[in-house]
């Protein structure tokens, strides 16, 4: 676990009315933000009732869009929206579309996704073909065995 950030803009993601603001100031940061995601995604950021961010929805969801933001700056989080995405946040499924390049495991999570509901389904099929892994053998038998998969991967090679 790394060690305990607490950062303002992480309690900001809390309040409807400055969480896209806030969401925007911490993408702006740049690499200067893998810290404080880091802390997010892995827990350590508690809040001053000692509860992970992470934990209270919303903060993870702004982490997961500022991670896509970043783009490519972001790829030492992949492991972290990996997990995201495996716990069926779409958003996950944007920012690992965002790094560019994907690990053998996020591809999987990827593949696996594509066989969930529609949104995670489209996303994920976005996400492989930013990175260009939709020929990979995971996601070719998910297309295979899946309509909703199928329908993900064509529309978005119909639309690429």
Request: charged share 15%; with cysteine; net charge negative.
């Amino acid at each position: 676990m790394s060690q305990e950030i607490f950062d303002p803009v992480l309690e900001r993601f809390l309040l409807p009315a400055q969480r896209a603001e806030a969401t925007a100031e911490l993408a702006a940061r740049g690499a200067a933000a893998l810290p404080v995601l880091t802390a997010l995604f892995d827990g350590s950021a508690r809040n001053s009732y000692g509860m992970p961010y992470r934990d209270l929805g919303m903060p993870l969801l702004c982490g997961l869009v500022a991670a896509r933001r970043l783009g490519t700056i972001a790829q030492p989080l992949e492991p972290f929206i990996c997990a995201a995405l495996r716990a069926r946040h779409h958003y996950a499924a944007e920012a690992l579309g965002a790094l560019g390049s994907l690990s053998e495991d996020s591809i999987i999570a990827l593949a696996n996704a594509l066989q969930d509901n529609a949104l995670l389904a489209y996303e994920s099929a976005l996400a492989l073909s930013l990175c260009g892994a939709t020929g990979h053998p995971a996601v070719m038998e998910a297309g295979a065995v899946s309509s909703i998969a199928a329908k993900a991967l064509a529309s978005i090679s119909s639309s690429v």
